[in-house]
Nanobody, 117 residues
Framework: QVQLVESGGGLVQAGGSLRLSCTTSGRTFSRYGGWFRQAPGKEREFVGYIRWSAGSTYYADSVKGRFTISRDNAKNTMYLQMNSLKLEDTAVYYC???????????WGQGTQVTVSS
């Protein structure tokens, strides 16, 4: 059984940084890892993805230049480094895995990120 577990969320002041982790247990053959977020009262929003093999990444315009996705294949862990955080980055952040960008089969339970002024 595949499980994704996020960690690293919390409360941070605007302009600060946080690093989220997403650790996978169980065996998957997923080619992509993605990050998403959902703010209260809003729809889930795509943040970015990484291709496991090449390490190539793609980001939403709203986070480009501030967020960085990386992975450690040996630890089955994906990271989301978030810098220069803004109030509007407050959301529950989810990691996911799939074989095609935009189609994710496995999801984590989410971790709360709150940015304060």
């Amino acid at each position: 059984q595949v499980q994704l577990v996020e960690s690293g969320g919390g409360l941070v002041q605007a302009g600060g940084s946080l690093r989220l982790s997403c650790t996978t247990s169980g065996r998957t053959f997923s080619r992509y890892g993605g990050w998403f977020r959902q703010a209260p009262g809003k729809e889930r929003e795509f943040v970015g993805y990484i291709r496991w093999s090449a390490g190539s990444t793609y980001y939403a315009d709203s986070v480009k230049g501030r967020f960085t996705i990386s992975r450690d294949n040996a630890k089955n862990t994906m990271y989301l480094q978030m810098n220069s955080l803004k109030l509007e980055d407050t959301a529950v952040y989810y990691c996911a895995q799939g074989n095609v960008p935009g189609e994710y089969e496995y999801w984590g339970q989410g971790t709360q990120v709150t940015v304060s002024s």
